[in-house]
């Protein structure tokens, strides 16, 4: 089946820098989001991305889907920002798969 | 956008007993619901694709005797998990697609279930 992977698995960064986060899958897909996991659990939708680029304040996103990559870049962090960033990708078969997530601490 | 709601957001329960989950879409009708477990520090792992009026997809290694889904309208979707174990003790998550077959999915805030 479709492999989806995040890079990096974990980033510390310090407050105010900006990074950029990986998502590579190894099949064409139908649908690819960008969530957010919040320390309650709560996913939060980013982006809604199967192609193209998109921004919102201070992220944005780019999917490359000839190329099977999408990354995430957050600008000026905040430590609100902290938390899990997962990419989820629909296969051809409409199943939901999602990769293993980044870990992102943003340090005051 | 789209609000998907769950409840219980926690339930204990003892070995042997059963326990009911709800997800319901609060502004959009959902036809297709999906339900996720999560273990501490992992992914979401997709369980099953619940399907109103129809029976669920279930995903390979989930027991579909053990994880009971009923889609029984348009903005509800119920899992109950029967003769619950230790073992069954996980971040439960549901979500729905505000247009079908590709559209964004929106999640519920999740389930937490411990089994004692």
């Known amino acids: 089946g479709i492999q989806v992977e995040q890079s990096p698995p974990d980033l510390i960064l310090q407050e105010g820098a900006n990074s950029t986060l990986r998502c590579n899958f190894s099949?064409?897909?139908?649908?690819l989001q960008w969530f957010h996991q919040n320390p309650w659990g709560q996913l939060i939708n980013l982006f809604y991305?199967?192609?193209g680029t998109k921004q919102n304040g201070r992220l944005s996103a780019t999917t490359v889907a000839t190329e099977r990559y999408s990354l995430l870049y957050i600008s000026s962090s905040q430590t609100t920002d902290s938390g899990v960033y997962f990419c989820?990708?629909?296969?051809?078969?409409?199943?939901?798969?999602f990769g293993k997530g980044t870990r992102l601490h943003i340090l005051p | 956008g789209a609000v998907v709601s769950q409840h219980p957001s926690w339930v204990i329960c003892k070995s042997g007993t059963s326990v009911k989950i709800e997800c319901r879409s609060l502004?959009?009708?959902?036809?297709?619901m999906f339900w996720y477990r999560q273990f501490p520090k992992q992914s979401l792992m997709l369980m099953a694709t619940?399907?109103?009026?129809?029976?669920?997809?279930?995903e390979q290694g989930v027991e579909k005797d053990k994880f009971l889904i009923n889609h029984a309208s348009l903005t509800l979707s119920t899992l109950t998990v029967t003769s619950a174990h230790p073992e069954d003790s996980s971040f439960y998550i549901c979500?729905?697609?505000?247009?079908?077959?590709?559209?964004?999915?929106?999640f519920g805030p999740g389930t937490r279930l411990t089994v004692t």
């Open positions: 989820a990708v629909v296969n051809r078969d409409d199943k939901i798969i």
């Open positions: 979500s729905a697609p505000a247009q079908l077959p590709w559209g964004e999915q929106y």
């Open positions: 991305i199967p192609s």
């Open positions: 099949d064409s897909v139908n649908n």
């Open positions: 619940s399907n109103e009026g129809s029976k669920a997809t279930y």
């Open positions: 502004d959009f009708q959902a036809t297709t």
